[in-house]
């Protein structure tokens, strides 16, 4: 099942081959409970505890490969959800600190990837703003849709070279962006296609 989601995801357009052969990896069906598990391998979001989901495994492909991780890559990632994104993230060699508001969404994926072997940094707090306490990162992965003013004090926790992905629009739909910083003073900033997430939360997010 897992073969047959990464040739769906090729056919989409995903060309990574470190990012496919991740996702034939990691099994997604852990992160459903056992009765809905015939979803896992769709290349669908579905719901997860506190109203939130787990990521279509062609967006977790899309944000992964716009990071170009590279073995030890110091990536946050905000909103940890299932863990799912964060298993494909250490799939691909990459030191993942990642932060969710809801406690008890941070705690069960915190268990779950303990159960499969995953070793991730798991923090709970309003992952808006950063963590910089931990940073600067070579990355930052956003996944929740983020209103523009997410921007600026995120791409100040990233290293020169660093490259921050987020999805930023309105409440409905996103355009997933890709804004590397190439110097203390520049970024470059690249628009990919439109994307659907649930909103972020927290500071710089829609609402507390
Ligand atoms: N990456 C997740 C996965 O693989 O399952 C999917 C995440 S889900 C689409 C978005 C997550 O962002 C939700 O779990 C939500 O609680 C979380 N979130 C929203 N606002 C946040 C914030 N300010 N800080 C941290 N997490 C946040």
């Not at 787990?54 to 959800?81: N, R, W």
């Not at 987020?166 to 203390?184: A, H, N």
């Amino acid at each position: 099942m897992r073969r047959s989601l990464v040739r769906v995801l090729k056919d989409k357009g995903i060309t990574n081959e470190k990012v496919l052969a991740a996702i034939g990896t990691v099994p997604r069906h852990v992160f459903f409970d056992e009765i809905f598990d015939s979803h896992a391998y769709q290349d669908k979001a579905f719901p997860i505890a506190e109203g939130q989901t787990i990521s279509q495994p062609y967006t977790v492909a899309f944000q992964s490969d716009l990071l170009e991780i590279t073995p030890g890559s110091k990536i946050l990632e905000v909103g940890t959800g299932s863990g799912y994104q964060c298993c494909v993230l250490l799939e691909l060699g990459a030191e993942v600190i990642t932060i969710e508001y809801k406690e008890k969404l941070s705690l069960l994926a915190r268990q779950t990837l303990g159960q499969m072997g995953y070793h991730a940094h798991f923090l709970v707090g309003d992952g808006s703003q950063g963590y910089p306490q931990l940073g600067p990162y070579d990355g930052i992965i956003v996944t929740a849709g983020a209103p523009i003013q997410a921007i600026d004090p995120l791409v100040k926790q990233l290293k020169v070279g660093g490259k921050l992905i987020i999805p930023v629009g309105d409440l409905q739909t996103q355009k997933m962006l890709r804004i590397s910083k190439v110097s203390k003073t520049e970024i470059v900033r690249e628009e990919y296609n439109n994307f659907s997430f649930v909103p972020l939360l927290g500071d710089n997010g829609w609402t507390n």
